[in-house]
């Protein structure tokens, strides 16, 4: 096990300077920011440390450059906006997104990337579930044809206006159950949070033994 964390903390700091500081403080890895430079969605939304707009393969060797120099890896990329939004031109950029963040991911030669799949707060589970049939089963085959795995990270993201709903559609295990139905694919899985099935009133523990070979990567955070 590898023991990182997340860049987006870091948001002031070049990627440069997030890997010498993880070396300094004596972490193993970073998960790498990657959001569409100049988008500021919500706190610790809008970090790019890595630009994946148009990156090339030079790029990727002077990223990996720079890991190897500092001693400190790469986990994953993380994107996590919001895919099914209710405002089209918004869901439009994150999956346009998400493609190029897979992308880069594959000339990293890294396992995976980790992000949302989104939700339309205004409309109820089984319309949300309709629509990630609709979007994600394509955004998948493309992660499966560059040999990326895709890890959801399952925050409900109940925030601002979004309540009751939140707009991250995989927030429960019966979720989870259902959209693994729809793509059975080894390359969709989990970015495993427990502090969010917790703050949930859920258990945090059975999940794992349920999803294990679906969870690819985790988070951790103090939660009472």
Known sequence: MQLGFVTAIFGDLSFEEVLKHASEIGYDCVEVMCWPPGIADREYGGVTHLDCTDFTQTQADDARALCEKYGVAMSALGYYPNALSHDDEEAQVARHHIRKVIDAAAKLGLPGINTFIGADHTLPLDDNLHRFE???????????????????????????????????????????????????????GLNYDPSHLRMQLMDPIAPIREFGQRIFHSHAKDMR
């Open 134 to 188: 609709k979007v994600w089963p394509e955004i998948i085959q493309h992660a499966e044809n560059c040999n990326i795995r895709v890890g959801i990270e399952n925050c409900p993201m109940l925030i601002d206006k979004s309540w009751p709903f939140g707009w991250n559609l995989a927030r429960t295990p019966a979720i989870w159950r259902r959209m693994f139905e729809v793509i059975p694919s080894p390359f969709f």
